[in-house]
């Protein structure tokens, strides 16, 4: 079974950037749709990105369009998340999971495989 690890987070001031990163330390990413997802304090989890198998298609979520970029790179089973002008709502903890399933409103009932997620906190 494949297990993502979540890296890269950390305390930056709004208007700064990040970049995440996921690793599969264990089976192959190629075959799977990926998303990232996030989760604040006394919130549902909701999604952010997603990026379909090879990489050729992403979709985001409303909130993040224009300032995140999903990637991955499967040669070392790892997606990425540039995030870029970042503000105080985007303080979430970032998980990422991958799916069988592409659809352009990802449903985390459709992610599996969770990563035990990495912290991002934005001061204004």
């Known amino acids: 079974q494949v297990q993502l690890v979540e890296s890269g987070g950390g305390l930056v001031q709004a208007g700064g950037s990040l970049r995440l990163s996921c690793v599969a330390s264990?089976?192959?990413?190629?075959?799977?749709?990926m998303g990232w997802f996030r989760q604040a304090p006394g919130k549902e989890r909701d999604f952010v990105a997603v990026?379909?198998?090879?990489?050729?298609?992403?979709y985001y979520a409303d909130s993040v369009k224009d300032r995140f970029t999903i990637s991955r790179d499967n040669a070392k089973n790892t997606v990425y998340l540039e995030m870029n002008n970042l503000k105080s709502d985007d303080t979430a903890v970032y998980y990422c999971?991958?799916?069988?399933?592409?659809?352009?409103?990802?449903?985390?009932?459709?992610?599996?495989?969770w990563g035990q997620g990495t912290q991002v906190t934005i001061s204004s």
């Open positions: 264990r089976g192959t990413l190629n075959l799977y749709v």
């Open positions: 990026i379909n198998g090879d990489g050729g298609s992403a």
């Open positions: 999971a991958l799916s069988t399933r592409w659809r352009l409103t990802p449903s985390v009932e459709d992610f599996y495989s």
